[in-house]
């Protein structure tokens, strides 16, 4: 994945000061190769540096804030697939209550988030 591709617009809803939220990630010890770049709504995720070449997932912590100082927060969860590996595998992680189950064979085939 080249530096400063997309990986997701993060969407953030605030019924009062919407134009105001700015939205980051919380520190963390793990390496995290991701930006968030604030816009309108929300924030672009991008990759910024180079992924680690064995790490298959980032667990990281959103948080967006508005002018009040009013925060909430988010996990998310961003999995590495290399699309050249042709062996079929299944994957369950469960983190904080919530299970994400991937098969994938060459590229995902079916990617379910349960709560």
Do not use: W
Not at 15 to 25: K, Q, R
Not at 48 to 66: C, V
Request: with cysteine.
């Amino acid at each position: 994945m080249p530096y400063f591709s997309l990986v997701v617009f993060v969407d953030v809803v605030d019924t009062e000061y919407n134009d105001s939220v700015t939205v980051h990630f919380l520190p963390t010890s793990e390496y995290n190769p991701f930006r968030i770049i604030t816009s309108p709504g929300g924030g672009r995720v991008i990759l910024e540096q180079a992924l680690l070449p064995d790490k298959e997932f980032y667990n990281l912590t959103i948080q967006a804030s508005d002018r009040l100082g009013h925060t909430s927060q988010a996990q998310l969860l961003i999995s590495i697939y290399d699309v050249n590996d042709h062996t079929v595998r299944k994957e369950k992680i469960c983190v904080n209550k919530k299970i994400y189950f991937s098969i994938f064979f060459s590229h995902v085939l079916n990617n379910v988030n349960k709560e």
